[in-house]
Nanobody, 123 residues
Framework: QLQASGGGLVQAGGSLRLSCAAS????????MGWFRQTPGTERAFVAA????????YYADSVKGRFTISRDNAENTVSLQMNSLKPEDTAVYYC??????????????????WGQGTQVTVSS
């Protein structure tokens, strides 16, 4: 089970930190990721991190502004979002993929999804 939190309303240029708490399985058995979705669009890749934190991937639109990290001792993955823009407004979803697969940014590669947390960036 994945429980995302930390969303909210922020002005452009501000920061938010999303967190996702995992329960029910061995957290280090999974690669973790964040996707986002706006109404009428498909869920889009944001960032991913492999099972031990040694590999990270980012969408071009967030590189240099967002940082994904994980704490396997605490069973959490975080997304630090800085220099937020109005186009970052979306529902953000935490997701997990079995580490037996190579880390991928593909939506179809992920097995479990959290409930989503709303991020709204005002101009």
């Amino acid at each position: 089970q994945l429980q995302a939190s930390g969303g909210g309303l922020v002005q452009a240029g501000g920061s938010l930190r999303l967190s996702c708490a995992a329960s029910g399985s061995t957290f280090s058995s999974y690669h973790m990721g964040w996707f986002r979705q706006t109404p009428g669009t498909e869920r889009a890749f944001v960032a991913a991190i492999n099972w031990n934190g040694g590999i990270t991937y980012y969408a071009d639109s967030v590189k240099g502004r967002f940082t994904i990290s994980r704490d396997n001792a605490e069973n959490t993955v975080s997304l630090q979002m800085n220099s937020l823009k109005p186009e970052d407004t979306a529902v953000y979803y935490c997701t997990a993929a079995n580490r037996q697969r190579i880390l991928s940014i593909s939506y179809n590669n992920f097995d479990y999804w959290g409930q989503g947390t709303q991020v709204t960036v005002s101009s």
